[in-house]
């Protein structure tokens, strides 16, 4: 699975090339892309040329209920870009308990590690095709790697936001009256 823009700098074309690779071990293998954008006809006949365009479901912008049930359904969440600040849908996808393949750049390296997924040079589809073969190939290591994902989602929680800044207001006010 894909969440997010679909544009040049989110190399989701890296993610489809990975697919195809995939496709050789993987015959059932299956992307799901959420998001619109103005890379979305290019990536469609990229999947065209490559012979997989019925491994591919574009199911364009979700929200809400619908969002969250394509999360659930997912198996692995990858992730190229190299233009991610924060990137929520790792968020989402790690929350949702699926292992992560991303690309080891800023915004996804932050959150995304050994025990929560992949981290691999940006732009290669094939070290990303293996890392998807692997995971598709041990459930065990997918499912403890979703999970431990899911288990530090747990600090951004509202309660644990809310009780980080309390925090970090107790201290401010604490040092104001000490001087």
């Known amino acids: 699975m894909y969440c997010g823009r679909l544009a040049p700098e ?3 074309d890296v993610i489809i090339r990975a697919i195809a690779k995939a496709r050789k071990d993987i015959p059932e293998i299956r992307l799901v892309i959420l998001g619109i954008g103005s890379s979305e006809s290019d990536l469609r006949l990229l999947a065209k040329k490559l012979n997989i365009e019925d491994k591919i479901n574009f199911l364009g912008y979700l929200r ?3 969002l969250a049930e394509a999360y ?4 692995v969440f990858a992730i190229m870009s190299t233009s991610e600040v924060h990137s929520l849908a790792v968020m989402q996808a790690m929350s949702s308990a699926m292992p992560i393949v991303a690309a080891k750049s800023n915004g996804l390296k932050e959150h995304v590690g050994p025990d929560t997924g992949f981290l691999i040079k940006p732009g290669d589809f094939n070290e990303l095709a293996k890392r998807l073969i692997y995971l598709y190939k041990n459930r065990n290591i997918r499912v403890r790697l979703g999970a431990n994902g899911k288990k530090a989602m747990e600090n951004f929680s509202p309660s644990a936001v809310a009780d980080l800044w309390e925090r970090v207001y107790k201290k401010v006010i604490n040092d104001y009256n000490m001087c």
């Open 10 to 12: 989110k190399k989701i």
């Open 64 to 66: 809400g209920k619908d």
């Open 72 to 75: 659930l359904s997912g198996d």
